[in-house]
């Protein structure tokens, strides 16, 4: 039996609503985090990770430069507020959890070695997991996909407002 269910699916679809729902409905039974975009002026200006315990971080954002920096599109990624806000939020929901959150394993959260770690831990464990993953090919996202015990569901807009609830009903069979 899978248990761990990784969403995929177009940017924008709408995973991390999904996610969403599904984290406010399993209420302190899941631990993690979720990422979502910061807006200013002239439209996104970056994204922040937030943990289901209420810690924020901003991990990538247009203002972000400096040598040795990560870039993704036009955001300068901040490794180290992943590693510090997101990978903790993960190990703590190990410690605490049963139902482990993550949200999202995409490019700029792969330039994060000990999130790669912490991630292959909390999948090869004993946790439901429920995480949402980048659909454009990516080697380390392809074999995390193929792993044994992993269930892939494509989110579309056909199906995504009804998602939440099955997500759920998975976790619960």
């Known amino acids: 039996m899978s248990h761990t269910l990784l969403l995929t699916g177009r940017p924008g679809i709408g995973k991390t609503t999904v996610v969403k729902a599904v984290a406010k409905l399993l209420g302190d039974r899941a631990g993690g985090f979720y990422t979502e975009e910061i807006r200013g002026s002239g439209g996104r200006k970056g994204f922040r990770l937030v ?10 954002h247009v203002d972000l430069r400096g040598p040795g920096r990560p870039r993704v ?11 510090r806000v ?12 049963r139902i482990v959150v993550v949200d999202e394993i995409g490019k700029m959260e792969l330039f994060c070695g ?3 770690d912490v991630v292959l831990q909390v ?22 996909k193929a792993m ?20 759920v009903n998975w976790i619960e069979r």
């Open 51 to 60: 943990t289901l315990d209420g810690q924020e971080a901003v991990m990538a």
């Open 73 to 83: 599109s036009r955001y300068g990624v901040d490794v180290r507020a992943i590693e």
């Open 86 to 97: 997101g990978v903790a939020a993960l190990r703590r929901a190990m410690q605490e959890r």
């Open 114 to 116: 000990s999130f790669k």
């Open 123 to 144: 999948v090869g464990g004993p946790h439901v997991v429920i995480a949402t993953v980048m659909a454009k090919p990516n080697l380390w996202v392809d074999a995390l």
């Open 148 to 167: 044994p015990g992993i269930e892939v569901l494509v989110v579309t807009a056909q199906n995504r407002d009804r998602l939440a609830e099955r997500v």
